[in-house]
């Protein structure tokens, strides 16, 4: 059984660009949860989808943004990017939100803002 | 709102040492807790979680953690570690109610064997 499946697993981008990163949840996993991970601020909540629909949302400006597809893959996007996003975006599946007492997470997505 | 405290941001031990890391919370709510493991450049692995019933709850790679109500505490423990173990442990919480299942983290403590 695959795991979680995060991509690509690092970017280098400039300040002022926008970035989409992607996530496959496990096979009938329908929940996909975000998180920022960096050194100063450690793990953040970014958002959670459920069936296309994000139930959550972190504490995070509006350039950060996502969606979720019928097949569940998720996909966030940063606009405008600044130095303060480098980080390691972590994604979490589940079967369903009120089961991610079984979060299974991805390996992650390295961004590097230069 | 939760949130979590890691004690020990580093803790250096030697192989075949106990060691203990200590993780304290805050919440209004009842909660479901944690620990999470973090190899270099890799995503988080579950090692153990309380969600009731016993306060001792035994993990993968031989930790167990200990729920302690009154003191708000959920530290985690392993009797003789190995080398193997050198990496960033994550203690976290959620709600067990309500509909709003994201999860908290504390900082982390990084631990490193030594031979």
């Known amino acids: 059984k695959a795991g979680v499946t995060q991509t690509p697993r690092y970017l280098i981008k400039t300040r002022g660009q926008q970035v989409t990163l992607s996530c496959s949840p496990i096979?009938?996993?329908?929940?996909v949860s975000w998180y920022q991970q960096t050194p100063g601020q450690g793990l953040q909540f970014l958002f959670e989808?459920?069936?296309?629909?994000?139930?959550n949302k972190g504490n995070f400006p509006g350039r950060f943004s996502g969606r979720q597809f019928s097949n569940s893959r998720s996909e966030m996007n940063v606009s405008t990017l600044e130095l303060g996003d480098s980080a390691l975006y972590l994604c979490?599946?589940?079967?369903?939100?009120?089961?991610?007492?079984?979060?299974?997470f991805g390996q992650g997505t390295r961004l590097t803002v230069v | 709102a939760q949130s979590v405290t890691q004690l020990d941001s580093q803790v250096p031990v030697f192989e075949e040492a106990p060691v203990e890391l200590r993780c304290n919370y805050s919440?209004?709510?009842?909660?479901?807790l944690f620990w999470y493991v973090q190899y270099p450049n890799q995503g988080l692995q579950l090692l153990l979680k309380?969600?009731?019933?016993?306060?001792l709850v035994k993990g993968i790679n031989g930790f167990e953690a200990e729920f302690n109500k009154s003191q708000t505490s959920f530290h985690l423990r392993k009797p003789s570690v190995h080398i193997s173990d050198t990496a960033e442990y994550f203690c976290?919480?959620?709600?067990?109610?309500?509909?709003?299942?994201?999860?908290?983290f504390g900082k982390g403590t990084l631990l490193t064997v030594n031979p």
């Open positions: 976290a919480v959620r709600s067990s109610g309500g509909s709003n299942y994201k999860l908290t």
């Open positions: 919440s209004s709510v009842s909660v479901y």
């Open positions: 989808y459920f069936s296309e629909t994000q139930r």
């Open positions: 979490a599946s589940s079967r369903a939100p009120t089961d991610n007492t079984e979060a299974f």
């Open positions: 309380y969600l009731s019933g016993s306060t």
């Open positions: 096979s009938g996993h329908r929940s």
